[in-house]
Structure formats: C-alpha cells, structure tokens
C-alpha cells in the first residue's frame, strides 16, 4: 500500500493546524506499516493508543482556536471529529476482545476522513480567517 501523501491542497494556511495535520498523516503512515509488517497486536495496541492520544490534542486545540472565533458552526465540526476517535477507540477495543479488525479498511476510512475533513471542514476555517465576515450560521 502506497504511503499516505501530504498534498499542498492540505494546507489551511493555519500553521498550527497544518503542522498537527502534518504528524496525523505521518502516524496514519506508522499504522499502516506496522498493520503491513504483522507487528505483534501490543506494538499494533501502542500505535494505535499514540495516534487516538494526538488525535484527541489536535482536535481540542483546533476546537479552541474555533472557540476564540466564535465559530457558528463549532458544535457540528466537534460531532465530526467526535466520530472520528470513536472510530478509533471502536477499533481498540475490538483488538481488547480479540475481534478480528481489518487495518484496511481501518486505513481506508482514516485517509478517506481526514482528506474529506481537511478539504471541506478544516478549509471553512482558512477561508474564516481570511474574511471573518463569513462567519455566519448561514454559511
Ligand atoms: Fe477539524
């Protein structure tokens, strides 16, 4: 499986954000080779723990800077990245009770997420902060 690629369109122009971006792809990365390389299930437990950890940081500081903006639509972008860690926290237990998980599918929906989420959520950020007048529940 090919590595996940930062692609420029990534960027929301928030460095912050970018930066935390930046290491998810690249701990997205460290899943799927330890998932590929057969790691024993505790190095595949750790990977997983580290990615929900910083996942969890990254959301709660792109939380707080949509706070300090007074973001309209905080609430559903929270939902989102709510639905996200209980995918991963879903998957963790499953390797708890010995389920059988299909990192496949888990790397599909990971990739699949963060770039849908990027693209159209985290960019309605960007897009705020360069005309603040759009920050509106119409929007
Ligand atoms: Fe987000």
Redesign the pocket.
């Known amino acids: 499986m090919a590595q996940f690629q930062w692609q420029d369109s990534f960027n929301t122009g928030i460095t912050v954000v970018d930066t935390q971006h930046r290491k998810l792809v690249g701990m997205i990365n460290l899943l799927d080779r330890t998932a590929v390389t057969r790691a024993p299930e505790g190095t595949l437990k750790d990977v997983l723990v580290s990615l929900v950890a910083y996942t969890r940081e990254h959301?709660a500081d792109?939380e707080r800077y949509m706070e300090q903006i007074g973001y309209a639509h905080l609430e559903q972008?929270r939902a989102?990245?709510r639905g996200f860690t209980n995918k991963i926290v879903a998957v963790l237990i499953d390797l708890k009770e010995e389920k059988n998980f299909d990192p496949q599918e888990l790397r599909t929906f990971l990739t699949s997420w963060f770039i849908r989420?990027i693209l159209t959520?985290?960019k309605k950020l960007a897009a705020l902060a360069a005309r603040p007048e759009l920050n509106t529940d119409a929007s």
């Open positions: 959301f792109e972008h989102l990245h989420h959520e985290d």
